[in-house]
């Protein structure tokens, strides 16, 4: 997924996945982590496919 500068710089930043998926993990929202291609570090995204998320079927 392509992230934006804008986005990159107003998220956290961690520098090895292993520090952003412990952070996911002990969040209470699921999230993920992902490699951003602007800064090279890893960032959190509760949006797992970089789009919205689709409505769980009910
Ligand atoms: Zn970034």
Do not use: W
């Amino acid at each position: 997924m392509q992230t934006r500068p804008g986005i990159c710089n107003r998220k956290r930043r961690f520098a090895a996945r292993e520090a952003a998926e412990a952070v996911a993990l002990a969040a209470d929202v699921p999230l993920r982590a992902y490699k951003c291609a602007v800064c090279k570090a890893f960032h959190l995204t509760s949006r797992t496919k970089g789009l919205r998320v689709p409505r769980p079927p009910a």
